[in-house]
């Protein structure tokens, strides 16, 4: 056993929630690019497309976090790519966040009235032209409170990484259990930290929601 002081442990588990919160924006801002691109596929109107796009995003909010990140760290050898521990757990936590926020997002610009579009198609806009000026400015007022809420999903889910390896939050915590026989107060400060990372966040989006919720009355 060694002698580690609360300080200790809380410094760090503070350490490692640096690559906590790395991993959160890496799948975040390219789960973000990879939804929105298919956001957009799927309003292109071709019916093939918005079924394929529908697959996706079934197979990742209907199959585990943790069996998408042993397949992502173990199968992308079977293809003979050698990817590190950062690269196969980042490539999970985007796509798995990918298929979630087009899923809001879809639901945010379905939430647009139909004449919103019809108007704008009177006005020989394009497909693009129509996105641009007048869905999706109408949709981002609804998209941003639980796209930030969702964010919160995200922090939590990267503690998933810690079982393929990945030294985040919760492996570190775990690491450090091992060495001080302390778990009930290494992860009793575990679990503050992930407070102190998510709570904000959703006291944030609880405000953005009430803010718009009043500017579109």
Not at 94 to 107: D, F, M, P, Q
Not at 130 to 149: E, H, N
Not at 154 to 181: D, H, P, Q
Not at 186 to 199: P, W
Request: glycine content about 8%; proline content about 3%; overall charge positive.
């Amino acid at each position: 056993m060694v002698d580690f002081s609360l300080w200790d442990i809380v410094r760090n588990l503070l350490l490692a929630a640096r690559w906590t919160i790395v991993l959160s924006l890496i799948a975040f801002v390219g789960g973000g690019l990879v939804g929105g691109l298919l956001l957009v596929a799927r309003l292109g109107g071709r019916r093939w497309v918005d079924r394929l796009v529908g697959r996706y995003v079934q197979l990742f909010q209907g199959t585990p976090l943790l069996m998408q990140l042993f397949l992502s760290y173990f199968g992308l050898g079977l293809f003979g790519i050698k990817a590190s521990v950062w690269v196969s757990v980042s490539v999970a936590l985007t796509l798995y966040t990918s298929a979630y926020l087009t899923e809001i997002w879809r639901g945010c610009v379905a939430a647009i009235p139909k004449g919103q579009w019809e108007a704008s198609q009177s006005l020989a806009l394009s497909f693009g032209e129509q996105l641009r000026y007048v869905i999706l400015p109408q949709a981002l007022k609804i998209a941003v409170p639980p796209t930030v809420g969702f964010l919160v999903q995200v922090i939590k889910g990267t503690a998933l990484a810690s079982v393929v390896g990945f030294v985040e939050l919760t492996r570190a915590g775990n690491m450090i259990s091992n060495v001080t026989y302390a778990p009930f107060t290494v992860f009793s400060c575990v679990a503050l930290l992930y407070f102190a990372l998510c709570y904000p966040i959703s006291l944030y989006a609880k405000t953005l929601e009430r803010k718009l919720n009043v500017a579109r009355r």
